[in-house]
């Protein structure tokens, strides 16, 4: 069955990936990624999100936890966590190949209360486990729906949400329910989140966060940390730096130009906080992510 999914993803990449060797799907969060040779080091706060590697390798990191991934591997990401990945293992002969799957919420929770789930469990926020049987067949039938343009509109919600089901009835079911409990703090935690992303380049009021959550500030800094690892402040300024480098790797912004459109006042305390992530300047940084191989 991976073998079969394998060849479905190459085709659609083939046919559709942009220059960096995504291929976005029309169906809602489902992306193929192909890379023919091992990449750098990516900083992102993923969202949660199943990634299915189909040919490759790849590691990813969140704090001191590293996981690893082969062919045959899914990578479980269950909270809007900071991410630094790289895939390893790619050449032009046989290149990385993955299929990834943004999680649904809410779907999750109605599927969950279906099945009569149990309480969610613990544990850590990125995990790599054995693709099951289920959950790669079902990847492939969306991936075949792509074939029949004409059906995606119609068909591709039932099989997403097989595909939900097979994960939450899988080896990944007991983390992925916590994405589904609309009480659990996570779940709060992530209803702030999503302002965060929204609004990163202005001043948000932790206050107005807490409350968007339900919760106190003082327990909104407590909640917000055990989710994401960061302070809200942290976060933001995360997301301020990964866009940034975007701007100036994807569109050519100048530094200062990339400081003032993600909110930044000053382009000294950017530079600063720049080089403290991702181990340059800014403009060095540009530079050598843009330079020709």
Do not use: N
């Not at 486990?129 to 068909?155: F, N």
């Not at 996570?186 to 302002?195: D, L, W, Y």
């Amino acid at each position: 069955m991976t073998e079969a999914l394998l060849t479905a993803v190459r085709r659609y990449v083939a046919a559709h990936a942009d220059a960096t060797g995504l291929a976005q799907t029309p169906i809602p969060g489902l992306t193929t990624i192909r890379s023919t040779e091992p990449s750098g080091l990516v900083y992102a706060i993923s969202q949660p999100l199943v990634c299915l590697v189909l040919q490759g390798g790849k590691q990813v990191t969140l704090g001191a936890q590293t996981v690893s991934l082969e062919p045959g591997d899914s990578l479980l990401i269950t909270a809007d966590v900071p991410t630094v990945s790289q895939i390893v293992t790619a050449s032009q002969d046989a290149p990385y190949f993955s299929l990834v799957m943004d999680l649904d919420t809410r779907l999750i929770a109605e599927l969950a209360l279906a099945m009569e789930a149990g309480t969610p469990a613990g544990g850590p926020d990125v995990r790599a486990e054995p693709t099951d049987a289920e959950v790669a067949a079902s990847a492939l039938r969306l991936m075949q729906l792509l074939d029949r343009p004409g059906a995606v509109p119609i068909l591709h919600t039932s099989l997403v949400r097989e595909l939900h089901y097979w994960l939450l009835a899988g080896r990944h079911g007991p983390a992925i329910r916590r994405l589904g409990w609309q009480e659990g703090h996570a779940q709060r935690v992530a209803r702030a989140v999503a302002v965060l992303r929204s609004e990163f380049a202005q001043s948000i009021p932790v206050e107005r966060l807490a409350a968007i959550a339900d919760m106190s500030p003082s327990s909104f800094h407590q909640h917000f940390r055990a989710v994401t690892s960061l302070s809200p402040k942290q976060f933001q300024k995360q997301l301020r730096l990964i866009e940034a480098r975007r701007l100036m790797t994807g569109e050519g912004r100048s530094a200062s130009g990339a400081a003032f459109a993600v909110g930044y006042e000053s382009v000294s305390q950017f530079t600063r906080e720049y080089s403290r992530m991702f181990g340059l300047p800014p403009g060095r940084d540009a530079e050598r992510r843009t330079a020709p191989l």
